[in-house]
């Protein structure tokens, strides 16, 4: 139960330092890069012990859940290229 939470507190925190660096709507729009940067990439930094492996791959399933999300409540609006 400890893994879950402590993941989810790590997806939250991956959020909250991509939309300070970047805006929170490129973090939207480049969605697929985050996901699988956080779900496949960083448990291989964890490969020494099987919790850290478990915490890191959870917190980018979390991650990619909660990306996933605000893509549907708040999608990315595409520019118009008509107007003048």
């Known amino acids: 139960m400890e893994i879950i939470l402590i993941s ?23 969605q697929v890069m985050w996901d699988v940067l956080f779900t496949l990439c960083i448990p ?7 919790s850290g492996l478990c915490t890191a791959f959870l917190a980018g399933f979390f991650f990619t859940l909660i990306t996933a999300f605000l893509g549907l409540t708040n999608p990315p609006k595409k520019k118009n290229m008509y107007k003048l």
């Open 44 to 50: 291989v930094l964890f490969l020494g012990t099987f």
């Open 8 to 30: 989810f507190i790590c997806a939250l925190s991956y959020l909250l330092i991509l939309s300070k660096v970047f805006s929170l709507t490129f973090v939207i729009r480049t």
